[in-house]
């Protein structure tokens, strides 16, 4: 905190509330950092603004900074957040106004690249480490299956996690459920890293330019950790723009989990008179929207 203190230059004297994340995540997590803001807000005099961390990627949409500034996007609009727990598509109408489109059915995008980056023996994260392993491939003709749906806007990544894992065993004498002992070579980690990775990125860019168009939406919001991810940035930018929608994503380290974010959400929050007393209590499956 006193980092915070000396980067952002500021005193208590101008802070007008605290705001911490209720939920939702793991309640260890969640308990530590609400009762630590809650004893700040004692201490301090401060209104205590409970916020959704998943609120907190949505509103990292409208920070900027000296690094890069972002458009504000505009209303209506259709919103893609993708996290190693999360992957869900909302509509908003206007600031707090939320309506759920479609969500992972099983896993999120991140856990699923945690796990095949894992599989294939890469460090974690497995995000940055398949993006940065995919871009080496020379032969890009591993093609792994995409979970469509039908005409929903849900999201499936365990089959195309259970794909993976199959095709990384057979290649390493395992059995399918685990992978054998034969390491693959630095060109075949890339080339499955390049074909996984194609599989979520398309999925996920085509989804949700469905919905922009079918919502009339006016911007085009990505956030969450996976949302580092280049690929997923500049593929969906370019979708973005063929159908003339502009697309608002933050630059990478408002995407991953951060204060600032967090900060942006509770400033919306107080704005619309949220309190919270000292009696908060963390809400691991805090939900964001209903459909």
Avoid at 43 to 49: D, E, G, S, Y
Avoid at 99 to 120: C, H, I, M, N, S
Avoid at 228 to 257: E, K, M, Q
Wanted: glycine share 10%.
């Amino acid at each position: 905190m006193d980092e915070a203190w000396t980067a952002a230059g500021v005193t208590w004297d101008d802070i007008e509330a605290v705001a911490v994340t209720a939920g939702p995540g793991l309640a260890g997590s969640l308990l530590v950092g609400i009762n630590f803001a809650k004893t700040l807000a004692y201490v301090h005099k401060k209104p205590l603004i409970p916020v959704n961390h998943l609120e907190g990627h949505l509103y990292a949409a409208w920070l900027a900074d000296e690094a890069r500034e972002v458009p504000e996007p505009l209303f209506p609009l259709v919103a893609l957040i993708v996290s190693g727990g999360h992957t869900f598509l909302v509509e908003m109408r206007d600031h707090l106004e939320y309506r759920l489109l479609g969500e992972t059915v099983d896993d999120a995008a991140g856990e699923a690249f945690d796990k095949v980056g894992r599989l294939l023996g890469l460090p974690y994260p497995g995000g940055p480490a398949i993006m940065k392993a995919a871009a080496g491939a020379t032969r890009r003709d591993t093609i792994f299956p995409r979970a469509w749906l039908g005409d929903s806007f849900d999201f499936s990544f365990s089959g195309l996690k259970t794909a993976a894992r199959r095709t990384i065993a057979a290649e390493t004498g395992g059995t399918g459920t685990e992978t054998g002992d034969t390491p693959l070579a630095e060109d075949r980690v890339s080339e499955l890293s390049y074909g996984f990775q194609e599989s979520v990125v398309d999925v996920l860019v085509t989804k949700t330019l469905r919905a922009a168009r079918q919502v009339g939406a006016r911007s085009v919001v990505l956030g969450g950790g996976v949302a580092a991810n280049r690929v997923l940035r500049d593929r969906l930018a370019d979708a973005a723009a063929s159908a003339g929608i502009p697309l608002v994503v933050p630059r990478p380290a408002l995407c991953t989990d951060n204060g600032a974010m967090i900060g942006a959400a509770g400033a919306r929050r107080m704005e619309a008179g949220a309190r919270a007393g000292l009696d908060l209590d963390a809400r691991p499956s805090m939900p964001l929207a209903k459909r």
